[in-house]
């Protein structure tokens, strides 16, 4: 999993012994949750991904995916983005990581933040930090993504390219969303990797690419459920098999 340093101010300790600062929550809505229960980010997850409505122990494995997009014409990719995230597949759990978003590669095309505006309504509350990382060899990659268990792109295309370029990002599962989801399901009928930016402009960065992939993963499905259904529930559904519940076994 991606670690970057945390500087912010020391908020306490959590119950398993780690130093909790500010800035060491995913989100809003986790940082609240310390003042609660005194977990960290990471003892929440178990809590709260892990587990099912019923809290049954010991809690289902939460794995490290990430969405990945690159606009280059050619074979080998000068930038792409990485979105991490968490996901559970048993329980259709899917939580972005934005604090860990990286672009990596030799150039860097300009990237706003805004660019992320297709994510808006996913990423509310959030922490968005973008790491640039100047090389493929960079070592840390090796490390970050060695537990990677799963990456999403656009296409094989896309994959290859991407995995290509940066070959620590090839260690999982590789998933591409145009095989992986019928797209006629769903509320647009076509995910939105073509949609334009507010002034008019196509996607000019695989940041922005990169949050047209995650929008498209928020679809819901045409068809109305007593619980309605979205892509990333789609492709977590048949990521099952892959994925066997390691705790399943002593539930029973």
Known sequence: MIHLPETGAVLGRCGCGAVVRTDSFRD???????FFSGFDQPCQDRAFLGLDEQGKLPPCPIRFGALAAHLAPGPVAPELVVLPFLFVPEFHVLAWEARYIL???PRHSDAPLMDLYPMGDSLDGHRV???????YADPRLVDWFSDLELLIACNRRAID?????CSPLGTGLRIALDDAVDWSDFATGVPP?????PDGDP?????????LLG?????PERISRDEPRTAAWR???SLRAHFPDSSAQSRT
């Open 103 to 105: 672009r990596i590669g």
């Open 129 to 135: 930090r973008v790491t640039e990382i100047d090389s």
């Open 161 to 165: 390219a991407i995995v290509g370029a």
């Open 28 to 34: 809003l809505a986790s940082y609240a949750e310390f």
């Open 193 to 197: 990797v073509d949609a334009p930016r």
């Open 203 to 211: 996607p000019v960065s695989p940041l922005h690419l990169c949050a």
């Open 215 to 219: 929008a498209a993963l928020a679809l």
């Open 235 to 237: 492709v977590l559904e």
